[in-house]
C-alpha cells in the first residue's frame, strides 16, 4: 500500500511549522488553561474534548450558527498569524474554537459545517496525527501528517469540501485554535 505520508497532499490544504514563537504558545496557554471550556456535545453524546467557540457558535441541535461572546483580546496574535497563513484579512476569521485534547482524547471523521469557508488549524502544546481522507470509488483515498505544536494547517478547496479529517486518540496534552471564515452564502 502507498505510504499516506508519502501521497500529494489534497488540493487546497497546507501545512506550515513553526508559524508560532514558543514564547507566544507558552503564553497562550496560560490563558486557555484559564478559560471555562466544556465537555464537546454532539446531539447528546458528549466527548472527551473540551471547547469553548468565539464569536459565532454553531449549535448542533439548531443547526444553526449563534452569535458568541467576542473573540478575546488574547487570541487577536494568534488570529492575525492564522490570517496571514491563509492570505485572508485577520477580520475575516469571525470565528474562533479553543479545543482541550486530554490523553486519550480524539475527534472523528466529519467534515466542518458549510456554514463555514476556510479552517485554519494552530496546535499547542503537543503533537497529533491529523488525517485526511475522501472515497474514490469503493476505496479512500487517504493522507496523513504529524501536526507538530506550534504548526498551523488550512484547509480550503477540494481538501475543505471533499475531504473528512479525524485525528486519532493523543498521547498528551493537546490544544487547538480552530479558526474559520464565514461562508457569505450561507
Ligand atoms: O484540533 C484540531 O486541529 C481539529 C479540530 C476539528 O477538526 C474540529 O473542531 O472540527
Known amino acids: 500500500m502507498k505510504n499516506a505520508r508519502e501521497a500529494a497532499p489534497p488540493e487546497g490544504f497546507r501545512y506550515q511549522a513553526e508559524v508560532l ?4 504558545e507558552r503564553e497562550l496557554v496560560e490563558h486557555i488553561r484559564e478559560l471555562p471550556l466544556k465537555e464537546f456535545e454532539f446531539h447528546g453524546y458528549v466527548g472527551k474534548r473540551r471547547v469553548i467557540s468565539y464569536g459565532w457558535h454553531y449549535d448542533f441541535g439548531e443547526r444553526r450558527l449563534q452569535q458568541a461572546e467576542d473573540i478575546p483580546a488574547f487570541l487577536l496574535p494568534v488570529r492575525d498569524r492564522a490570517a496571514a497563513f491563509a492570505d485572508l484579512a485577520p477580520g475575516d476569521l ?9 490523553p486519550g482524547a480524539a475527534i472523528g471523521w466529519h467534515r466542518d459545517k458549510s456554514v463555514f469557508g476556510d479552517v485554519i488549524g494552530v ?47 493523543v498521547d498528551a496534552l493537546r490544544y487547538s485554535i480552530t479558526f474559520r471564515s464565514l461562508r457569505a452564502d450561507r
Do not use: D, M, N, Q
Not at 476505496?139 to 475543505?160: C, D, I, N
Open 123 to 169: 496546535s499547542l502544546l503537543s503533537p497529533c496525527v491529523f488525517r485526511l481522507r475522501r472515497k474514490a470509488g469503493a476505496k479512500w483515498e487517504r493522507y496523513s501528517l504529524t501536526a507538530e505544536p506550534r504548526s498551523a494547517y488550512l484547509l480550503r478547496g477540494p481538501s475543505r469540501t471533499e475531504w473528512e479529517h479525524s485525528i486519532p486518540a
Open 21 to 24: 514563537p514558543a514564547e507566544e
Open 94 to 102: 469571525a470565528h474562533a474554537l479553543v479545543t482541550e485534547y486530554g
